[in-house]
């Protein structure tokens, strides 16, 4: 099992950036894939962002790619989104969350979820 706690969101203008961080428990986490996804209120939970266990494969949304950047440290049990160029429509709560075994877009392949970040852009 893992928990996971992330930090860094915040209100900023657009064309800002926000770097969004992610830590784990645990001492299986290179075992896990990670993700972040967002919701908006109204809006179902949405796909932003995945790194595989070994750190050398990602996959965005197409509404982020070029913008955003996932990274992981698997010695120090981290997972952050550095997020460039923000937009108003990306304004959601973000989660950060592993799937064993797994990685991708997929929702329903985590397991594990933090408890969400808020980032608000404004225009």
């Known amino acids: 099992q893992v928990q996971l706690v992330e930090s860094g969101g915040g209100l900023v203008q657009a064309g800002d950036s926000l770097r969004l961080s992610c830590a784990a428990s645990g001492r299986t986490f290179s075992s896990y894939g990670m993700g972040w996804f967002r919701q908006a209120p109204g809006k179902e939970r949405e796909f932003v962002a995945a790194?595989?266990?070994?750190?050398?494969?990602?996959s965005y949304a197409d509404s982020v790619r070029g913008r955003f950047t996932i990274s992981r440290d698997n010695n120090k049990n981290t997972v952050d989104l550095q997020m460039n160029s923000l937009k108003p429509e990306d304004t959601a709560v973000y989660y950060c969350?592993?799937?064993?075994?797994?990685?991708?877009?997929?929702?329903?392949?985590?397991?594990?979820w933090g408890q969400g970040t808020q980032v608000t852009v404004s225009s």
């Open positions: 790194v595989h266990m070994s750190a050398s494969i990602t």
């Open positions: 969350a592993a799937a064993r075994g797994g990685w991708g877009g997929n929702r329903s392949q985590y397991a594990y």
